[in-house]
């Protein structure tokens, strides 16, 4: 292949601002905050798991307490309605007398084991509340800290995303400059080896900085200046310039 000198020249222009575009993409993949992120959401979802199962604790209590208070409500009404019995004078002989004071005192003695069941119903309900709204907070304040990183993450992108702009614009000027197979061999390298052309410095390519053989000097001294050049060792375009050492 042959291409202008100038032209050849223009590859390590463009070698420059892909390396640019490259590091920027590289900065973009890799920004601390993306790990940041992906680890805030993972709390956050596991502490909305536990927010979840702690109010549904709580509303499972609710109905229990409920039905614990109906239970100690029907004995209460039993036990009001044996004593309004008992007042009336109705119940004359002794043996009726002695058993419904008996079932008042055994109906007593259930209210009060009842209302001690609703009493620690509540306390695992309260528990149950406050470790619901415990969680809550501490999600929210996860979510706040996830919401600062996502800001950061933003404005970084933004501002690398203007960069590579930038880059992309100037390397829209710098192909111009170059023909079409040199350039769609230098895109091709690329693609291989990352870095498409390298300059020849000082008898050394800077691709792979390997040594040029004095054999492989002299090859190059005896070809002509419009001849593509490739490294021998990585096949990289070898951009000749005052400073390859020829
Ligand atoms: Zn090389």
Redo the contacts with the bound molecule.
């Keep these: 292949m042959k291409a202008a000198p100038a032209a050849q020249k223009r590859l390590l222009d463009l070698a420059e601002l892909d390396s640019v575009v490259d590091r920027l993409a590289h900065r973009r993949r890799t920004l601390p905050e993306l790990a940041e992120i992906d680890e805030l959401s993972a709390k956050v979802a596991r502490l909305a798991t536990q927010v979840i199962a702690a109010e549904t604790e709580a509303g499972d209590l609710a109905r229990e307490q409920a039905k614990a208070e109906v239970d100690v409500d029907a004995v209460r009404v039993r036990a009001e309605r044996d004593q309004k019995r008992l007042d009336s004078g109705q119940v004359s002989s002794p043996k009726d007398l002695a058993s419904l004071q008996s079932e008042i005192a055994s109906l007593h003695r259930r209210q009060s084991d009842l209302e001690e069941v609703v009493l620690e119903i509540m306390e695992r309900r309260e528990a149950a509340d406050a470790q619901a709204t415990k969680l809550s907070a501490e999600r929210d304040e996860l979510a706040t800290t996830r919401g600062g990183a996502e800001d950061r993450r933003d404005a970084a992108f933004a501002e690398i995303d203007k960069e590579a702009g930038e880059a992309k614009a100037k390397r829209a000027t710098v192909t111009a400059d170059i023909p079409a197979d040199l350039l769609a061999l230098y895109d091709k390298l690329r693609d291989q080896f990352g870095v498409g052309a ?1 300059m020849l410095q000082g008898g050394r ?6 040594s040029l053989s004095i054999a492989e000097i002299n090859r190059i001294k005896a070809a002509s200046h419009d001849e593509v050049i490739r ?6 375009i ?1 951009v000749r310039t005052p400073e390859s050492g020829l």
């Design positions: 390298a390519c800077l691709g792979c900085r390997t490294c021998e060792e990585c096949r990289r070898l």
